[in-house]
């Protein structure tokens, strides 16, 4: 927004970390939700009467329904260990986007109320009643947290963040307290199937218009089918993929592996959208509702495979939840997992020799790659352990001649969030977005400076935006951020199996 | 019979009664509520025995704090290390024939109790001088500290500077073991130690030190990773699948 007026931090020079700045992000804030986002999703319009009573209630019922919640809640020991790991502290110095201190935003409300020590002595162990000054933290830096796992990775008793702010979330919806970007976007997918309110026939001639490029381009006739009943496979993509740059060249590229594979494929009007912001709000119940909008689109269009685009979050709740939220896949082929990764379908057909890819045709550039966190830290590709950092890197190697990796220290399990992940990829939280992309940003000019990299791949739908947007703050050229299916897709020798 | 005596020894009976039942408490709670989705940090083991195994670095070796910060790794291997030492050396106030092993462990277990005392100081070291942790500090951070402090010194102050009278130590704790209330010498040191010991033992299941079966309890680091071959329902979220339409 053009009111925000703020400075892009500087790249440090030693990535020394910065110094405890109190306050410096309490301004930030996302839009709050109005009646008419909450209430198709079953929350309240706005604020209700007894909230502080309730939100103590919300909070008991979650401590019941999940026992990541409890554990994380009862065995913080404050060591610090994940104190200087979340790239908002990094970016911010602002001491609550520490992981520790956000999750005891959480984590006093439930001392004072479920905790013996935090009735008899609340001074003692930090326990406080819910008021508005708690309330007000809550909203702000439980949306400061991209839910990116990566103070998990450091935390002696594996304390996820992520689940904090995620019933943090849930119990301020369940209050009145929604966010507009991730709710508004929620109510969409229920009426119209994607995050963009994108209806069929909009979809259908972007489709068409993409046929046309392609045949323009290439000479050759790819077909990206929308709907077609006994197709094969069906694609569940994000819908920014089916316009923005660079993520439309991703899924030319996705049409092309699959046109020279000779794989029927299709993607499902119904079920026009991969990401499932649900997760972002921590609601189990809406969660469970878009997931089985797939279902109900796999049944439908009697497809065999279910494979899904390149998009973070949404592989998340592919690979570790489409399972148990919309299982059991007894309906679909058992000869291949579900649901696929696009990389995975890709990786295998480059392994097979089912498609044909001159990596010289991307010569021209430099490729770093930028592990998306959900990915990294929330899923799998392939059949073995990290297969999710091997995959998405041998198929950029076999596209493209010129890789390196970034500092060990920033990529695979302890890779930085873009920045603009967990429903914060909103223009009224861009100082935020600007701000959590210093990390990421030092380890890409790092890089740049003595390696030459030219461009940045990325595999999730949120990294491609948040780049494209916050890249020009720290000096680099949007372009620079790519689709790794855009490189295959540039590689790709369609006429070679024809 | 001391009055002293018979007070040290309820204390110890309610304190150790405490804290079983109160971790039994926990325990039950912790593996009762359910685990509605997969969420293994990843990349996660495959297997169940291989899930059994990070925990176990995890609690052996705290391999994810090893991963984090060297020096809170260093002070938090003191101290824990020196503690199990330290506890394994005492574990001959409690049998009448002292294992082998404990009788070998013994002059380890002095090292410990130093090993232990010199990590706590070190870990409260950093609390109060790096910004960063003592802003997440609290009192009751402070004092657990304050009160492990005061066991290991206490205890080592026996050591080195005044013993206390180790075999009526030893007669009373075997007593205690076989409800039989033997004299307790009530020397200062001894009675500061063995009080703080019964104060960590009572607050044990209502603190933070819920990180010991909190760490086995973990779904981030005991989850397997096999969210595309089995379902993970919990029973409270099956019923939803009632509702959808196909």
């Keep these: 927004m053009a009111d925000q007026k703020f400075e892009t931090p500087a790249l440090r020079e030693f990535r020394e970390n910065p110094a405890i700045q109190k306050d410096s992000m309490a301004h930030s804030q996302p839009f709050i939700a109005k009646p008419e986002h909450n209430e198709p999703l079953g929350f309240p319009g706005e604020l209700v009467d007894n909230w502080e009573e309730k939100a103590v209630a919300k909070l008991g019922d979650l401590l019941e329904k999940n026992r990541a919640l409890r554990v994380y809640l009862d065995s913080c020991v404050k060591c610090g260990a994940c104190t200087d790991k979340c790239h908002y502290f990094l970016g911010t110095g602002d001491p609550k986007n520490m992981p520790v201190a956000r999750q005891d935003l959480l984590r006093s409300l439930y001392r004072r109320h479920f905790t013996l020590a935090g009735k008899i002595a609340p001074g003692l162990v930090g326990a406080k009643d819910m008021d508005k000054e708690m309330l007000d933290d809550w909203y702000k830096y439980f949306h400061q947290c991209s839910q990116c796992r990566r103070c998990s990775v450091f935390c002696p008793y594996g304390i ?43 979809l259908a001639d972007t489709l068409e218009g993409l046929e046309e490029d392609v045949l323009e381009d290439d000479e050759v006739e790819v077909k990206f089918p929308l709907d077609q009943h006994g197709a094969d496979v069906l694609l569940v993509t994000p819908s920014a993929d089916f316009f923005a740059e660079p993520h439309v060249d991703g899924l030319i590229g996705y049409a092309k592996v699959f046109h020279q594979a000779g794989i029927n494929w299709t993607l499902s009007s119904q079920a026009s959208e991969a990401a499932n912001f649900a997760m972002f709000i921590g609601s189990y119940e809406q969660m469970h509702k878009v997931a089985n909008r797939i279902r109900k689109a796999a049944l439908d269009l009697g497809v065999k495979r279910i494979v899904f685009g390149e998009c973070g979050h949404a592989w998340r709740v592919a690979y570790s939840f489409l399972n148990t939220l919309a299982g059991p896949w007894d309906f ?10 696009i990389l995975e379908v890709t990786h295998g057909l480059i392994k097979s020799g089912g498609i044909v890819l001159d990596a010289e045709a991307n010569d021209d550039k430099v490729l770093t790659f930028h592990d998306s966190c959900n990915v990294a830290r929330a899923s799998r590709m392939g059949d073995m352990e990290g297969g999710q950092f091997i995959i998405p890197r041998e198929v950029i190697k076999a596209s493209c001649n010129n890789y390196v990796d970034m500092d060990p220290q920033t990529i695979h399990e302890k890779t930085f969030c873009c920045g603009g992940g967990g429903g914060l990829l909103t223009d009224d939280l861009m100082e935020l977005r600007v701000k959590g992309a210093l990390p990421r940003m030092e380890a890409l000019q790092d890089v740049v400076d003595n390696h030459g990299v030219t461009h940045l791949a990325a595999i999730c739908a949120i990294c491609k935006s948040q780049f494209s947007k916050v890249m020009p703050y720290y000096g680099f050229s949007m372009d620079m951020i790519v689709s790794v299916h855009q490189l295959v897709g540039e590689a790709i020798q369609l006429g070679a199996k024809e | 019979m001391s009055t002293l005596s018979v007070i040290y020894a309820l204390l110890f009976y309610a304190a150790a009664a405490l804290m079983v039942l109160g971790l039994v408490f926990r325990i039950k709670t912790y593996a009762s509520t359910p685990t509605p989705l997969k969420i293994p940090l990843m990349p996660a083991p495959l297997t169940k025995s291989g899930a059994a195994f990070r925990v176990f670095k995890e ?7 090893f991963k984090s910060n060297r020096w809170i790794w260093i002070f938090a291997v003191l101290f824990h290390a020196g503690l199990a030492l330290a506890l394994a050396r005492h574990v001959r106030y409690f049998q009448a024939d002292v294992w082998m092993v404990i009788k ?48 290991g010194v206490s205890g080592l102050n026996m050591k080195f500077l005044a013993h206390t009278d180790i075999v009526q130590v030893k007669a009373f704790f075997l007593g205690l073991m076989r409800f039989n209330i033997q004299e307790l010498p009530t020397d200062g040191p001894l009675l500061i130690h063995l009080g703080a010991v019964v104060l960590l033992m009572i607050v ?4 933070k030190l819920l990180h010991v079966p909190g760490v086995f309890f973990s779904p981030s680091r005991n989850q397997v990773d096999d969210a595309r071959d089995k379902r993970h329902l919990a029973p409270w979220a099956a019923p939803m699948d009632a509702d959808r339409e196909a």
């Design chain 1, 160 to 202: 996820d963040t992520a689940e904090i702010s995620m019933a943090a979330r849930d119990i301020m919806d369940h209050i009145g307290v929604g966010q507009k970007y991730s709710n508004e976007i929620l109510a969409k997918v229920h009426v119209i199937g994607n995050n963009l309110g994108l209806p069929e026939p909009a």
């Design chain 1, 332 to 341: 679909l082929d058992p000869n291949y997992p579900v649901p696929q990764h």
């Design chain 2, 59 to 65: 609690v052996a070796f705290f391999e994810s704090l």
């Design chain 2, 104 to 151: 070998l462990i013994q002059p380890f277990g002095i090292y410990g109790g130093l090993a232990m005392v010199a990590g706590l100081l070190g870990l409260w070291g950093r609390r109060i001088v790096q910004e960063r942790i003592r802003y997440i500090s609290g009192p009751s951070d402070h004092l657990m500290l304050a009160l492990l402090v005061v066991i």
């Design chain 2, 204 to 207: 044990f299941p209502f603190s």
